[in-house]
């Protein structure tokens, strides 16, 4: 099957949305498909052989964040031709309503088209305005899936219809398999996100940290990811700084080799969470997960079965939690258990196979829809059967 994927984020600025695509593509790839996505990326970002640029991303707030996308006459012009160059079987878009490629690609395609919708957000008043800009677009949806019920719930509220739930992959095996790193273990707590992004919960995190480390005071705090390592402790007491070691930007190697290494991953984020990614991937890992309890993150870690979770924004609740956990290896090592039996259900062989099996419903449609053209026609003018 000739599969053409678009991506609204940059691809040269790595988030969920694009981990998701990258490893889709290379999941079909694998299982013998032709495979090209089409994303933002700047002109010396270096690229896989199934992506094509569609040009530089400007960054603009979009669902409580920065996101990067691509938009405007060029990359209208671009995906005309990477549509007309691919002659895809199945196009699938992903985040159609935002106002980037997806939305451009669905005014542009023709024949079967596939979109999954990524955002939770049940108070967008801008999606709500742009609805009838959008409705000409999606009603050329030919399905939809939605990476949790919560976004579904998104999408039926703000933007009609409705979609099978089908959550984001993980190649589970990879997490697993990875060696921990000796320097990463050792009464460590680990967060990876956007350190200057206050939806991801670094601010909440290190509002608990003196309060843990009063009960733990070995406690390490390890954060993996881009921003402002200065500004991220300023909240706290100087004699308290040296207990948070800032890493950067982790390869996904390393990232492995981290949930595989801390005794504890800790999610404080803060809302705008359709999935949560991470978590999967931390209990893929192994790792012993708490969470804010989001109704994404609840639904991810199986309301608390799989991971513990504490009252959204509430320092207080994170740091009893985790100095709990921190002193109760038994209980870290059943959340390790449970866990590890509940994230196969997000391996890629099951979450690939349900994605290929809408592929395969849309297309088979459009077949069926074709071939009743045809015999119409041929009946209209009297034509014989080939």
């Known amino acids: ?27 079909l790839i ?22 094509v640029s569609a040009g530089r991303a400007v960054p603009v707030p979009y669902n409580g964040s920065v996101a990067r996308l691509n938009f405007g006459f060029l990359s209208a012009a671009r995906v005309r031709r990477w549509l007309h160059d691919g002659t ?8 159609p309503a935002s106002p980037s490629l997806g939305l451009l690609a669905c005014w542009a395609a023709q024949g079967p088209i596939v979109a999954t919708f990524h955002t939770s957000n049940p108070r967008s008043r801008a999606m709500v305005a742009a609805y009838s800009i959008l409705q000409a677009a999606l009603e050329k949806i030919s399905a939809r899936i939605a990476v949790s019920e919560y976004a579904r719930r998104t999408l039926v509220e703000h933007l009609g219809g409705d979609a099978v739930v089908i959550p984001n992959g993980v190649d589970v095996g990879f997490f697993k398999k990875a060696e921990p790193k000796a320097e990463w273990q050792g009464e ?23 309060k843990i480390l009063a009960e733990r005071p070995g406690t390490r705090l390890l954060v993996a990811g881009r921003g402002d390592e200065k500004e991220a402790v300023e909240s706290l007491p100087k004699e308290l700084r040296a207990r948070v070691e800032f890493l950067g930007m ?3 190697e390393d990232k492995a080799r981290f949930l595989r290494s801390v005794d504890l991953y800790v999610a404080p984020n803060t809302g705008g969470e359709s999935f949560g ?8 890992a192994g790792a012993p997960v708490l969470a804010s309890d989001l109704d994404a993150f609840a639904q991810v870690l199986d309301q608390g079965a ?5 009252a959204n924004e509430d320092a207080d609740a994170l740091a009893a939690s985790a100095v709990r956990l921190l002193a109760d290896p038994g209980r870290r090592a059943e959340l ?51």
């Open 1 to 27: 099957m000739r599969i053409g994927i678009v991506c609204p984020y940059s691809w040269d600025v790595p988030g969920g949305v694009q981990f998701h695509i990258r490893d889709l593509a290379e999941h």
């Open 30 to 51: 694998r299982l013998g498909h032709e495979v090209s996505v089409l994303a933002p990326a700047d002109d010396e970002t270096p690229l896989p052989p199934y992506v």
């Open 88 to 95: 895809f079987d199945v196009i699938h878009i992903h985040e």
């Open 188 to 210: 460590t707590i680990g967060f990876i996100g956007r350190i200057d992004e206050p939806r991801k919960g670094l601010p909440v995190l290190m509002k608990a940290l003196p």
């Open 250 to 252: 982790i390869s996904d």
């Open 277 to 284: 990614i991470i978590l999967v991937e931390a209990m893929s």
């Open 306 to 310: 799989a991971g513990e979770l504490f």
């Open 336 to 386: 390790r258990k449970r866990g590890s039996a509940h994230v196969r259900r997000f391996d890629w062989s099951t979450v690939g196979a349900d994605i290929l099996s809408v592929y395969e419903t849309v297309t088979d449609g459009a077949a069926a829809v074709a071939a009743d053209e045809r015999s119409g026609l041929r009946a209209r003018f009297g034509l014989a059967r080939d």
